[in-house]
């Protein structure tokens, strides 16, 4: 099995009502119990804004420098996740799938490496 990451970006969210939100909470709730129930979910957190971030740290010579929220100079940020256990990019993708449908905003998939794993040629290789 692989372990998955998928996400959405508070960004890709366009405003909604509180009813909305209530509803599509309710619709996402249901497709993580499908994951639970299929044995593939490792853990899933859709609760996260701007108003959840509790601080921002980044190396100044040497020493960790704490800063209270969010990272300044980011565009985007973490609105929810789950990570996922599955056998393939396939399966990883049709959960995907049923987030992005029961929510009707993007979500996007990330393959974990497993232990010294080299990259697969993406954005971070040197």
């Not at 996400?7 to 119990?33: L, Q, S, Y």
């Amino acid at each position: 099995m692989t372990e998955y990451l998928i996400t959405f970006n508070d960004e890709w969210v366009p405003h909604h009502t509180a009813e909305e939100i209530r509803e599509k909470g309710t619709a996402a709730r249901a497709v993580v119990e499908e994951m639970r129930a299929a044995g593939v979910l490792i853990f899933s957190n859709g609760g996260l804004d701007r108003s959840t971030a509790v601080c921002s740290v980044e190396a100044v010579d040497g020493k960790p420098v704490f800063t209270d929220g969010p990272y300044v100079e980011t565009k985007e940020h973490l609105g929810g996740f789950a990570a996922v256990d599955v056998p393939d990019d396939e399966a990883a993708r049709y959960w995907a799938g049923r987030l992005a449908t029961a929510l009707d905003w993007p979500q996007e998939v990330h393959r974990f490496r497993g232990p010294g794993e080299p990259a697969r040629g993406g954005a971070g290789d040197k």
